[in-house]
């Protein structure tokens, strides 16, 4: 066996694997001998066939399988001489392969790339205070309330705060939305519909809430909308002015319950000290839940700085693919329509390729760490992973296992990205921490 190996790039190469003449016919004569001890064929007991006779018969099977033993041991060849760390196959190329003739197989590889880890120890990260302020939870307090608000029939024009439940039809340029969008009947005729008054969440509707104000129950009133330059869930109302036609169909006010002792029952608790020591320590959990996470992102990003390496072409590739079927899907929940998904398809794969480049390089810098710590993923990681994505997607644990079970790439991408994962934990454990200063 002759092996050749050509650098394409840092990460990828070819290896090229020469097997003479007499290497070919030994895999030839052990798939034929495979054959005879096992073929049955009427009229000869098991392995007393003539050879000949079984290559004849099953000449295609013997052809599949000696090609497959001829390209493994070429490869496995290979890869023992040159000690690749190989991520993956991304092309084989075969000569002619016949028995008692030298062939010659090339096989293009991507590689793990080679570099060396800066110190990953002691990365900077800042927090902020978990300390809740008064004015913080007074604000939870009041949200609250709010949540648990009532809303009752106004006798009085709309005033902010207040729920309206009108009817609208859109016209753009004298034709009716519904018409010139028959798909998107949100933004065209609704004969329904509940807007607040000057809320802080819009609906459909950009600014429809802050033209309410002032309108009475019965009254009628076109308004003109404004919508942005940028509006994926109907580009043809992009950057224009539509005519909307209202009508007010019922008000309501929301009425907040006072902070009594009914409000504080709700709440569970007995009084309103309690209540607000309840909300400081939920509001200290979830900053301390934002804390971590800010640092995983911090320390990340601050080794990833560090360090310089060559990224496998095809890791990126795959990558991706799966980023942008995330954006699709995203893209997709929020509406945007498949005309102006195609329409965007270049801007979408080259953010999509940046976002998985920054992501590979990551992997395999974690990889790396994790290597160096002997962070690994064990049965109980596995596990939990289990539990935690069979109630996201509301499967039986059991039957998830089950599944993945039989998907081994699957399993080993699971185990990888749990592995990161702890790999960003010791990070984070292993660095300086500064609290940020108040402003």
Request: net charge negative; hydrophobic share 40%.
């Amino acid at each position: 066996m002759n092996v050749q190996l050509n650098p394409v790039s840092d990460t990828r190469k070819s290896l090229v694997i020469t097997l003479d003449a007499d290497e070919v016919k030994t895999e030839h004569t052990a798939v034929v001998v495979e054959y005879v001890r096992h073929a049955r064929i009427p009229g000869f007991r098991p392995g007393k066939a003539p050879s000949t006779m079984i290559e004849k018969r099953f000449a295609k099977e013997i052809a599949e399988e000696f090609k497959q033993r001829v390209m493994t041991r070429a490869y496995r060849g290979g890869l023992e001489k040159e000690k690749l760390n190989v991520i993956s196959i991304v092309n084989v190329e075969e000569g002619e392969i016949a028995a008692g003739k030298p062939v010659t197989v090339t096989v293009t590889l991507d590689v793990q790339p080679e570099f060396t880890l800066p110190e990953y120890k002691g990365l900077p990260s800042e927090v902020e205070s978990t300390e809740a302020t008064d004015a913080e939870i007074d604000t939870v307090i009041e949200q609250l309330r709010a949540e648990r608000a009532d809303y009752k029939a106004a006798e009085r024009p709309a005033q902010k705060g207040d729920y309206v439940k009108l009817s609208y039809e859109g016209s753009l340029e004298g034709k009716p939305i519904a018409e010139l969008a028959p798909d998107r009947q949100l933004f065209g005729k609704v004969p329904q519909t509940w807007e607040e008054v000057e809320g802080a969440q819009e609906g459909h509707l950009p600014g429809l809430g802050r033209q309410l104000a002032g309108l009475s129950q019965g009254d009628k009133k076109t308004v003109g909308i404004a919508f942005p330059a940028e509006f994926p869930a109907l580009p043809l109302l992009a950057g224009k002015t539509a005519d909307y036609a209202l009508e007010i169909l019922e008000i309501r006010e929301r009425v907040i319950p006072p902070l009594d002792d009914a409000f504080l029952k709700s709440q569970q608790v007995a009084d309103l000290p309690a209540l607000k020591e309840q909300v400081r320590s939920g509001l200290k959990r979830q900053k301390e839940q934002m804390n971590r996470m800010s640092q995983r992102r911090q320390v990340a990003d601050a080794l990833a700085a560090k360090v310089e390496l060559s990224i496998p072409q095809s890791m990126v590739d795959a990558e991706t693919q799966g980023v942008l079927r995330q954006v699709i899907e995203e893209n997709m929940r929020r509406g945007v329509p498949a005309e102006q998904l195609e329409k965007d398809k270049k801007a979408l794969f080259e953010g999509a390729h940046q976002a998985a480049e920054k992501r590979v390089k990551m992997q395999l810098i974690l990889a790396k760490v994790a290597a160096a710590e002997k962070i690994e993923c064990s049965e109980r990681d596995l596990e939990d992973f289990i539990i935690r994505e069979a109630g996201r997607s509301n499967q039986r644990p059991e039957k998830l296992a089950k599944e993945l079970s039989k998907e081994q790439d699957r399993i080993r991408s699971v185990q990888q990205s749990i592995i990161c994962d702890k790999a960003v934990d010791f990070l984070v454990e292993k660095a300086t921490v500064s609290v940020k200063a108040k402003p």
